[in-house]
């Protein structure tokens, strides 16, 4: 696990360093560890408006010796409390999986809106879960997951979840996936079917979503569209 921290660390120092909005991209990985900004502030011995101000911009931009300490205390508390999210982030960093499995796999410099994100999709929302946001995606061709993947593999994909967004493509009714998705922890923010018919959508699919509090969406919209504009996000 220590790799994967020093790993991790170097990622998000890195995001935050070359951000062309470094509060932004602070904020999004503080609220990705589900840490507040008090529970920073106390973690790193300055006030809470010290982070709110490096955050909103109204400091300006933290150095390098900042973000390392803001990095290093945000990994620190998310130890302390087990480990979970590098857990999962390293999942992530890990992923190799082949492209013709996972069509996309990224991480936003900064927490995109759900609506963004569905309009990058050409989305339909059936259900709104507990998230607004999503801080990155991953784009599964559902076939050849199922077909190809073993089964630990197959929960490692869908496991690399951590407020984000998963596009399954190629689906015909969605049971599947969102059966799949009830054995992962944590679960993602919002799940888009892709391919689907009008009128084809399982018929519990969307009480399945509300169960789980998971944003539910759908899309018939060009592959190859959908995925060049999500990498502009």
Excluded at 40 to 51: H, N, R
Excluded at 196 to 201: C, K
Aim: aromatic content about 6%; glycine content about 8%.
């Amino acid at each position: 696990m220590s790799d994967a921290r020093e790993e991790l660390s170097r990622r998000i120092a890195g995001e935050i360093t070359l951000s062309d909005d470094p509060g932004a991209t602070l904020r999004k990985w503080r609220t990705d560890f589900d840490v507040s900004q008090t529970e920073l502030a106390d973690q790193l011995g300055v006030s809470s408006s010290v982070v709110s101000d490096y955050e909103s911009g109204r400091r300006e931009s933290p150095g390098i010796g900042v973000v390392r300490r803001t990095v290093e205390g945000l990994l620190d508390i998310d130890e302390r409390r087990g480990g979970g999210r590098l857990r999962q982030h390293a999942r992530v960093l890990s992923a190799g999986f082949e492209s013709d499995i996972v069509h996309d796999l990224r991480e936003y410099s900064t927490a995109v809106p759900l609506e963004e994100f569905y309009e990058a999709m050409g989305a339909t929302e059936i259900v709104r879960g507990d998230h607004d946001h999503v801080n990155g995606h991953t784009v599964i061709d559902s076939i050849q997951a199922i077909t190809r993947l073993s089964s630990e593999e197959f929960y490692r994909l869908y496991g690399q979840s951590t407020n984000r967004a998963l596009v399954f493509t190629r689906v015909t009714r969605g049971e599947s996936p969102l059966v799949a998705l009830r054995v992962v922890s944590p679960t993602p923010n919002a799940v888009v079917l892709h391919g689907i018919e009008d009128g084809a959508l399982w018929d519990h699919a969307a009480d399945l979503a509300r169960v789980d509090g998971v944003s539910l969406a759908t899309s018939n919209r060009d592959l190859d569209d959908c995925l060049a504009d999500l990498q502009a996000l």
